[in-house]
């Protein structure tokens, strides 16, 4: 995981664009069918327009899913 990918994802997360949206739609389908998405206790209160999403966590590489899907970073299982 790099940290400033992840950043970049929260500040996508915050400031929403038509484009950012469009992709992380296209990796929520994604993380919503995969075994790895798992529910996060302390992501209980994230929320998020993108519900396949909210509040889950990658446990391949730890990140939440909101800002994960929405940053530079890449998918530890190569799915997008
Ligand atoms: S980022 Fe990749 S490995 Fe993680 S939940 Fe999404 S599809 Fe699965």
């Given at each position: 995981m790099d940290v400033r990918n992840i950043l970049y994802g929260w500040k996508n997360y915050l400031d929403k664009n038509e484009v950012t949206e469009a992709v992380a739609k296209q990796r929520a389908t994604i993380c919503a069918a995969c075994p790895h998405a798992k529910k996060g206790m302390l992501l209980?209160?994230?929320?998020?327009?993108?519900?396949?999403?909210?509040g889950y966590y990658c446990?391949?590489?730890?990140?939440p899913l909101s800002a994960k899907i929405r940053s530079n970073d890449i998918c530890p299982e190569k799915k997008w």
């Open positions: 209980t209160f994230v929320k998020d327009e993108l519900k396949e999403v909210e446990n391949k590489c730890g990140c």
